[in-house]
Structures are given as C-alpha cells and as structure tokens.
C-alpha cells in the first residue's frame, strides 16, 4: 500500500469537495478546482469529513498513481483554503521588474523590456523593484509561470546576474586570475 495515498486528507472548514464519474472538484473560500482521475482502479471517497484514496489491485501504475492523486487532491485543498506564492529575485546592474495591470515587465539586460502576461487565476506582484511574487490556487499553474519568467534570464555563474528562486543558491565561480 502506498504511504503518501492511503493517509487521508483532512477537511478544513468552509471546503466542499464533490466526486461525480472520476472527476473531484474541491470548492473553498479563494475558489474552485477540478481534477480528473485517468485510472479506474483509483476510487474516491469522502468519509467523516476526510477525502479518501483506495485502489482495487496492486497493478504497477495502479500503485504508482496513488499517490500521485492524493498529493493533487491535496494541493487542490490547500490551494483553494491558503493558495501558494512563489518568490523570485531579479538580480543585475539595471535589473528591475514592475507590474502593470495583469502585465510583468522585466528590464533584464535585453535591448526591449520583455511583457509576460499573467494567465487566468494567477497574480503577479512586485513588492520591491528586484522581487516578484507569483501567486495563485493552482499549485503547478504557480509553478509554471514562476519558472517561465526565470527562464527569461537565468542566472549566470559568476555575478550571479538574472532571474532566480528566493529560496535559490548559486554557487558563483571563481573569474580569471591574472598572469604571474
């Protein structure tokens, strides 16, 4: 049995979960998500204010996406009770970000300043000139548009200039010595 999909997943207050024919939808205070389940040896229950995982035989991608189902339905819980955040920093000479209506506009070193457009469900903040905050219900969606805007301008080894996770670490490497 798998450790992560038979542990149940406790309801909060205020979340409604309902399962129709393999689809779990999960409402909260921040919204609504949905969550089709691919394999019909994945059954669904909702028992004692708690959202349970069984599976009908121990088939190898029967056991696989166990889990996998459980820790979606999870993050949809989370996701529409608390929501997540991601944080990126905007590092380099002349770096700067800045939020305009649904657009993120990033001054990164190119010749034009590059326009991400926020999607649907998801805000984009600047609290500082060098910071930018992702925020969102759908936990890979965050994900998603998080590494879409790194991916802009990685960061570069030895100033460590671009776009990076706050929670990131670069190792810089050591620049040229001079001759002898």
């Given at each position: 049995m798998s450790r992560i999909g038979r542990m149940p997943i406790v309801l909060p207050e205020g979340v409604e979960v309902k399962v129709e024919a393999g689809l779990v939808t999960v409402k909260g205070p921040k919204g609504q998500l949905s969550q089709q389940i691919g394999n019909k040896d994945i059954s669904v229950a909702v028992?004692?204010?708690?959202?349970?995982?069984?599976?009908?035989n121990d088939k190898k991608d029967a056991r696989a996406q166990h889990g996998l189902y459980r820790a979606l339905i999870n993050n949809m819980v989370v996701g529409v009770t608390k929501g997540f955040e991601k944080a990126l920093i905007v590092n380099g000479v002349g770096y700067k970000a800045q939020v305009q209506g649904k657009k993120l506009i990033l001054n990164i070193g190119y010749s034009h300043p590059i326009e991400i457009e926020a999607p649907e469900g998801i805000t984009i903040e600047c609290p500082q000139l060098t910071e930018v905050v992702v925020k969102g219900i759908d936990k890979t969606l965050v994900?998603?548009?998080?590494?879409?805007?790194?991916?802009?301008?990685?960061?570069?080894?030895?100033?460590?200039?671009g776009i990076r996770y706050?929670?990131?670490?670069?190792?810089?490497?050591?620049?040229?010595t001079a001759g002898k």
């Open positions: 028992e004692n204010n708690a959202i349970v995982l069984s599976r009908a994900g998603q548009v998080a590494a879409n805007i790194r991916a802009k301008r990685e960061v570069e080894p030895y100033h460590s200039y706050k929670d990131e670490v670069v190792i810089t490497k050591e620049g040229k």
